[in-house]
């Protein structure tokens, strides 16, 4: 397995890219759009292999920066997370707004569709919980809270929980996020039920993703430098991998279940093989740290070839090849 830079967009933003996310190919659609939101309060689409703009203008609507990008995966729609405590959900061909949840008294961090559309998960931030809305009538579902661990210390905050992530598993039965303190809560996301912890980060868990061939398998980046393999619903960590200098903000696993990317604020992509649990390769194509990865996802019309884009605070994209 193998990266092999492709090509990088400079300036791609006015300011820093906080946010990537693919678009799946839809019926009207033959290839995955990536999405790139940024501090500069838009969100812009490009095309998939050369990175031309896709959209005559960027998407606008938020008051602040845009840190969190989603698309649903019937690839018609996608929602943006603002610092201004909105989500906004957008049709993606048009960028006209079709909803706009508040998610008062807190902002909204990461977000996540449901595997088949049916909902919306946001990790909340400073409330402490994971809210959800469904994606039908885009009425709030149910906020699940976070418990504190058994044993832990109160922080500053009295809440002691600042929820920075969220993820769904494939099968849609588990859902998992992340918090400040570095724990990650799973919930039974069937019955809506909180079921255990899952622990060994001890700084912020900002990004997590399920593998697509094993729904059990969660892989977390944090703060302390350290990327975690865990079976969420069994609640044992399997494995853990490190050689980042700096703390880990974005991961992603490629289609195939084979490899995960990482991103950095060390300003490098790394590219790590899970069955060997070794990083691979290294990637420097940026000059600030990292703050998202994601795999292209398969499906499209002649699309052969694997993808994968980061993105910067350098305000550039890069697109690889993953082989």
Not at 234 to 256: F, N, Q
Not at 273 to 295: E, G, K, L, P, Y
Request: charged residues 20%; negative net charge.
């Amino acid at each position: 397995m193998k990266l092999a830079g492709l090509k990088s967009v400079d300036g791609a933003h006015e300011e820093s890219i906080w946010a990537a996310a693919w678009v799946p190919a839809a019926d009207h659609r033959p290839a995955a759009l990536l999405l790139t939101g940024a501090l500069d309060e838009t969100v812009r689409l490009w095309a998939p292999d050369d990175l031309a703009s896709a959209a005559a203008s960027p998407s606008r609507g938020h008051a602040l920066g845009v840190v969190s990008l989603a698309a649903h995966p019937a690839g018609a729609l996608a929602a943006a997370v603002s610092l201004d405590s909105y989500v906004r959900v957008f049709d993606v061909d048009s960028g006209s707004s079709v909803a706009t949840l508040e998610a008062p008294p807190s902002e909204v961090w990461g977000i996540q569709f449901h595997p088949k559309g049916s909902a919306l998960a946001a990790a909340g931030g400073g409330s402490g919980s994971v809210k959800l809305w469904d994606t039908e009538k885009w009425k709030p579902i149910t906020s699940l809270a976070v418990p504190r661990p058994e044993g832990a210390r109160p922080d500053k905050t009295g809440s002691g929980k600042f929820v920075l992530s969220v993820a769904w598993s494939p099968d849609g039965k588990l859902l998992a996020c992340g918090s400040m303190d570095g724990t990650i809560a799973v919930y039974d996301a069937v019955r809506m039920k909180f079921l255990h912890h899952l622990e060994g980060h001890h700084m912020p868990v900002r990004s997590m993703v399920f593998s697509p061939v094993d729904p059990h398998v969660l892989f977390t980046a944090s703060d302390d430098c350290h990327i975690h393999i865990y079976d969420a619903k069994e609640k044992s960590l399997i494995g853990a991998m490190s050689g980042h200098a700096s703390w880990v903000l974005s991961i992603d696993v490629s289609p195939d279940g084979m490899a995960v990317a990482t991103g950095s604020s060390d300003r490098t992509v790394r590219l790590w093989d899970i069955n060997t649990r070794a990083s691979v390769q290294t990637m420097s194509n940026h000059n600030d740290q990292v703050w998202a990865v994601a795999f292209r996802p398969p499906g499209g019309t002649g699309v052969r070839a694997g993808r994968l884009a980061s993105v910067s605070d350098d305000k550039s994209i890069t697109l690889y090849d993953y082989s």
